[in-house]
């Protein structure tokens, strides 16, 4: 090999990045790198000591009637759907009374919840999948749920979290992703991008309550405009931008 051969191959080899070392590569979507598991374990226990039994707070009486308020619920708050609630279900007492119902009426029914269009047909929808392809029963799968009209994930995983039990994932909701940010467990936008971290970095078996407290605590605590940053308890672990301290 001549001179200037070897020359450019040194050159090149300089150019190239070293190898990676440190072990396991970072994960994506968590502020500075990979979710640290200790900081994970300190939110996970900040969350208990505050709401140990974070609970839905739609009300319902079976898994049909939370499928029905989880869709009610998008642009809307639990308190205007629960005030709803307490004549839609007295008058559509099963999914048939709901999926045969009359379009302009039901429309009229749910109309202070937002949406009432939109959230007609994806009720209507959903319920005759169920009458007609699942027996009149709710399933109990992801696969299943998602089959239905107007349900994607986050209506999914709280039905199946709270009815039926089944961790099949965490809900994302407008609570979730401000906090997820904020505590740096997700910096990504998309729910389901912020779902994927959140399983990496929370433990299965605590996926249907932190998914509850996460909510709860963005409802009380750590609110969109004006965090209450002073009365939290996971202050000294949040390094968001906006804290209020």
Same mark, same amino acid.
């Given at each position: 090999?001549?001179?200037?051969?070897?020359?450019?191959?040194?050159?090149?080899?300089?150019?190239?990045?070293?190898?990676?070392?440190?072990?396991?590569?970072?994960?994506?979507?968590?502020?500075?790198?990979?979710?640290? /598991?200790?900081? %994970?374990? /300190? @939110?996970?226990?900040?969350?208990?000591?505050?709401?140990?039994?974070?609970?839905?707070?739609?009300?319902?009486?079976?898994?049909?009637?939370?499928?029905?308020?989880?869709?009610?619920?998008?642009?809307?708050?639990? %308190?205007?759907?629960?005030?709803?609630?307490?004549?839609?279900?007295?008058?559509?007492?099963?999914?048939?009374?709901?999926?045969?119902?009359?379009?302009?009426?039901?429309?009229?029914?749910?109309?202070?919840?937002?949406?009432?269009?939109?959230?007609?047909?994806?009720?209507?929808? /959903?319920?005759?999948?169920? %009458?007609?392809?699942?027996? #009149?029963?709710?399933? *109990?799968?992801?696969?299943?749920?998602?089959?239905?009209?107007?349900?994607?994930?986050?209506?999914?995983?709280?039905?199946?979290?709270?009815?039926?039990? @089944?961790?099949?994932?965490?809900?994302?909701?407008?609570? %979730?992703?401000?906090?997820?940010? *904020?505590?740096?467990?997700?910096?990504?936008?998309?729910?389901?991008?912020?779902?994927?971290?959140?399983?990496?970095?929370?433990?299965?078996?605590?996926?249907?309550?932190?998914?509850?407290? @996460? @909510?709860?605590? #963005?409802?009380?605590?750590?609110?969109?405009?004006?965090?209450?940053?002073?009365?939290?308890?996971?202050?000294?672990?949040?390094?968001?931008?906006?804290?209020?301290?």
């Amino acid at each position: 090999m001549t001179t200037t051969k070897k020359t450019k191959k040194k050159a090149a080899a300089a150019r190239k990045p070293a190898p990676r070392t440190g072990g396991k590569s970072a994960k994506p979507g968590a502020a500075g790198g990979e979710a640290d /598991a200790k900081r %994970v374990a /300190a @939110i996970l226990a900040g969350l208990d000591a505050a709401y140990p039994a974070a609970s839905c707070e739609l009300k319902h009486d079976n898994p049909f009637q939370l499928l029905v308020s989880t869709i009610l619920s998008a642009q809307c708050t639990d %308190v205007r759907v629960n005030e709803v609630a307490k004549t839609l279900y007295a008058k559509y007492p099963a999914p048939e009374a709901f999926a045969y119902a009359t379009p302009s009426k039901l429309e009229q029914e749910i109309r202070p919840t937002g949406f009432f269009r939109n959230k007609t047909k994806s009720i209507m929808g /959903a319920s005759k999948a169920i %009458v007609e392809k699942f027996g #009149g029963k709710v399933p *109990r799968t992801m696969e299943e749920m998602l089959t239905l009209p107007g349900v994607a994930r986050k209506t999914a995983n709280v039905v199946l979290g709270t009815a039926y039990g @089944i961790a099949s994932g965490v809900v994302v909701d407008t609570h %979730v992703l401000r906090l997820s940010k *904020r505590l740096g467990l997700s910096q990504h936008e998309d729910p389901k991008k912020v779902e994927e971290d959140l399983m990496r970095v929370i433990p299965k078996e605590k996926w249907i309550l932190f998914s509850h407290q @996460i @909510i709860w605590h #963005g409802r009380r605590i750590c609110q969109a405009r004006k965090p209450k940053c002073a009365e939290c308890n996971l202050e000294a672990l949040c390094h968001a931008k906006d804290k209020t301290v």
